[in-house]
Each structure stands twice: as structure tokens, then as C-alpha cells.
């Protein structure tokens, strides 16, 4: 190592992260799993059934590990919604401790938004009904009791909701579920010797990390594709790794949708960061590579996530769509004036937001449904520099007016529901609740978000 490298590396340890964890190469030896879609119950009412549950999976051959799952003993399916329907989330525990069922991005009412207030008791089934009200998008699930969040996501409670609607149906995007439309859950753990997941015993206050990463936990996993346009939603559900994603060829790929939605139009990007509870969905064009070639996503460290195996069948590739959407920051939105301040502070467990620890029994804003508000959210660096915080708001997606002063990146300008916010950063962001109720909001670093880095606003 050069001596530049090394003052580079004590310059990383200065920043305060925790220590790295690199992960392993996938070696490619297993196709991905892709989560079964679920049906509902009923057409006409649209119910659709989710029970979280214990069970064993074979993650390794030959061996069985101890997970959760919902509808299954591992990670959950994939819900899908259509804009204007109205539906029934029918939620069941069949754990044998409490536990929520929170909707990551879903425009709902507060009392069904399964955040800490919302417990489900073992045994106890709850309804959610609600209409969809909100773009094309790929949202997400998982448990959100206070003190076992981390470590129920961490156990494998995680599953996927896809939003369409009239514009995105009609869309020429490719739509076809495990063909050229695929979801890609990032989650990293650390396996024991007799490869089980004990959380207890990895916990690291400021986030556990894991040398082995599963996609939509399928460990090494590999990907078949045709040579055409592939469509990749990625979900970083992992407790609290952030990635960078690239091609191990440095190709451009094209972003199209954000958390909530889809960007205006395709964005070439070589490489796209992803923090904890974030989303991108992205397009791969493999039309232009040979079966022979060795496509891979990496990371920022070069480690192979995942291979693809590029089947010879060719298929047409068509463009995609100039315009995807129409998403904008208003003038109006832009003079507002600032009426909530965040300030995110500290480290491990002496995390805290504007100074406080969340309580389950304060509420510390107030808004008015409908209404949009100027937050101004701040990372405040600590002697040892600080860290990046993924910062979440339930029941909403916003707006990023502004990071630093500066109009967002392309990648940003889109309707989000989390954003990173680096060391010293000021973002604004543009909130409006379209329900009434109590939201959390929080780091989604979930260790952070344990050790109390959550508040609560008061929709009315
Ligand atoms: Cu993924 Cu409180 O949320
Ligand atoms: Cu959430
Ligand atoms: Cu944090």
C-alpha cells in the first residue's frame, strides 16, 4: 500500500463509519430466486393475505437455517397494486413474539401504516383497507415493532409491493415478471459456523453489516437474460450496508424510477448509490453483449454481486420511451419557507434527531394533511466527522428541493420516500401527507433506528 492509500484509509476511519465488512464474490453457482407474486384472495375485493412466520430455509446446501418470512419461510412475496383500486391487507402473526407490518413508501393512513403503535400480538390478525393512491412504483414491507425491527428484518421479513398505473401500463418499459422485469433484494448477513443468522450476536450499534450478501436471498446467485433491454428493481434492504452499484465493464445503464416513482426521463448512469431502504430501478441493455461475455454487477470495492448468464436467444430490443413521467418542483414549493428543522447527530447508540431519543408517547410536529412543508434536514458532524444516515418519512413520498442549495442530481429528481444525507449536508425537502394519522420518521440504518433516531409527526 502507498502512503497516499494509507493517509486515505486513516481518513475513512477518521469519518467515524464503522468498520468495513467487505463482502465475498458471488460465485454464480445458483439462479435467483425470485419471490412468488401474490394472488388475492378475493378479486372482488381485492384482500390479499400475509402472514409473518418462522421456518427453516436451505440457504446453504445441505443445511437448514433458522429464518422468518411472510407467506413462507423466508423474505416475502411480491405484492402488486394498481392505482384507484381499493384493497384489504389482511396481516396475521403466526410468530411467536409481536411484531407490525409497516408499508415502506405506501400512501396510507397513519392507524395502518404499521408503525411501533401498531403491534400485532402472536395469534392476532389485523385489516387494512385502503385505495391506492399513488404513481408506478416499487415499494416495500417489513416489521416495525419498537426494539425488534433490526432484528426481525435481519431474520428474513422483507417483501416487495409493486405500484402500476394508466401511465406506466401503457408504457413500452419492460413489464414481464422474472423475463425482462426483475427484483433484486441487497441484503447482507453474517452466517455462524453451523450457518445460522444470530443477530444477538453480530449486532453492531451502528449498523450490522455481513460478509455474505443474498439477493432476494439466493446466496451466489447468478442471472439469466436475454439479450435485450433488462429491467432491475433494486431494493437495499439490508440493515444498514449502503452500495454502489455498478458493471464490472464501466457501461452506462439507464436509470428510469425512483422510490415512488419514475423519473422523467431515462438517466445514464455508470454507477448508482443505494442506502437502506432506497430503491432505483434500472435498465441493463444486454442486447449489445456476446453469451461469452462476463457482465457482473459490482460494488465500489469491485466485489461481484451478481453475474449474469446472457442467454444466445435474441430478442428485440426496443427503445425505451423518452418520457416517462412528469415530475417537477413547483416555483410555489421552491419560496416556501422552512417550517420543520431535523438535525441528525451522533453515532452507535448516542444517535439522536433535533437532541432526542424517540419516545413512543411524544410527538414532535404537527401537519396539516394535504399540506406541503419545507423540512430542512441537517447532519451535524461529531468530532470524528459523523456519518451518512438514510433518512425515511412514512406514509409520504417528497420532494428534494434542494441538497446544500443545489438542485438535486438527476437521480434524485423523483419522488422519494428515503434520501442519504452526508456529514454536514442541509437537504429540503418538499412533504405533503394526503392521510391523517401518526408517521415515524426516522434513519434507516436499523440499529440507528433502534438506538432511537426516530421521531413522530402528527398528521391532521
Ligand atoms: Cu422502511 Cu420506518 O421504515
Ligand atoms: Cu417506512
Ligand atoms: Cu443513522
Wanted: proline share 5%; glycine share 10%.
Amino acid at each position: 500500500m502507498s502512503e497516499e492509500e494509507m493517509m486515505d484509509m486513516e481518513g475513512m476511519e477518521m469519518e467515524g463509519d464503522p468498520e468495513p465488512v467487505e463482502l465475498k464474490n458471488s460465485t454464480g453457482e445458483n439462479e435467483l430466486v425470485l419471490p412468488p407474486l401474490l394472488e388475492p384472495e378475493n378479486e372482488k375485493g381485492i384482500v390479499y393475505n400475509i402472514t409473518a412466520q418462522k421456518g427453516t430455509t436451505e440457504i446453504f446446501d445441505g443445511v437448514q437455517t433458522a429464518t422468518y418470512g411472510y407467506n413462507g419461510s423466508f423474505l416475502g412475496p411480491v405484492i402488486r397494486l394498481t392505482e384507484g383500486d381499493t384493497i384489504k391487507l389482511r396481516t396475521n402473526n403466526a410468530l411467536s413474539e409481536a411484531t407490525t407490518f409497516h408499508w415502506h413508501g405506501l400512501d396510507v393512513q397513519g392507524a395502518g401504516d404499521g408503525g411501533p403503535h401498531q403491534l400485532l400480538q402472536p395469534g392476532e390478525t389485523k385489516e387494512v383497507e385502503f385505495t391506492v393512491n399513488q404513481q408506478a412504483s416499487t415499494l416495500w414491507f417489513h416489521p416495525h415493532p419498537e426494539g425488534a425491527t433490526a432484528e426481525q428484518v435481519y431474520n428474513g421479513l422483507a417483501g416487495l409491493i409493486y405500484v402500476e398505473d394508466e401511465n406506466s401500463k401503457n408504457l413500452a418499459l419492460p413489464n414481464e415478471y422474472g423475463v425482462n422485469d426483475f427484483p433484486l433484494v441487497f441484503q447482507d448477513r453474517e452466517f455462524s459456523n453451523d450457518k445460522q443468522l444470530d443477530y444477538q450476536a453480530v449486532l453492531n450499534e451502528d449498523g450490522t453489516l455481513g460478509d455474505t450478501l443474498l439477493i432476494n436471498g439466493t446466496l451466489n446467485p447468478k442471472l439469466t437474460v436475454r439479450k435485450e433491454k433488462i429491467r432491475l428493481r433494486l431494493l437495499n434492504g439490508s440493515n444498514a450496508r449502503e452500495y454502489t452499484f455498478k458493471l464490472n465493464t464501466g457501461d452506462k445503464f439507464q436509470q428510469i424510477g425512483t422510490d415512488g416513482g419514475l423519473l422523467n426521463k431515462p438517466t445514464k448512469l455508470t454507477e448508482i448509490i443505494l442506502t437502506t431502504g432506497e430503491r432505483a430501478e434500472i435498465v441493463v441493455d444486454f442486447s449489445k453483449y456476446k453469451p461469452s461475455e462476463d457482465i457482473a454487477i459490482i460494488n465500489e470495492n469491485g466485489a461481484v454481486l451478481l453475474p449474469f448468464k446472457i442467454d444466445e436467444q435474441k430478442s428485440n430490443s426496443v427503445d425505451l420511451p423518452e418520457t416517462l413521467n412528469n415530475y417537477a418542483v413547483t416555483e410555489e414549493e421552491r419560496n416556501l419557507p422552512v417550517t420543520k428543522k431535523i438535525e441528525l447527530f451522533g453515532m452507535g447508540d448516542m444517535v439522536t434527531i433535533n437532541g432526542k431519543k424517540f419516545d413512543m408517547n411524544r410527538i414532535d410536529f404537527t401537519q396539516q394533511q394535504g399540506e406541503t412543508e419545507i423540512w430542512e434536514l441537517y447532519n451535524k458532524p461529531d468530532m470524528m466527522g459523523g456519518m451518512t444516515h438514510p433518512f425515511h418519512i412514512h406514509g409520504t413520498q417528497f420532494k428534494i428541493v434542494s441538497i446544500d442549495g443545489k438542485e438535486p442530481p438527476a437521480s434524485l429528481q423523483g419522488w422519494k420516500d428515503t434520501v442519504a444525507i452526508q456529514p454536514k449536508q442541509t437537504i429540503k425537502l418538499a412533504v405533503k401527507f394526503n392521510n391523517k394519522g401518526v408517521y415515524m420518521f426516522h434513519c434507516h440504518i436499523l440499529e440507528h433506528e433502534e438506538n432511537g433516531m426516530m421521531g413522530q409527526v402528527e398528521v391532521k
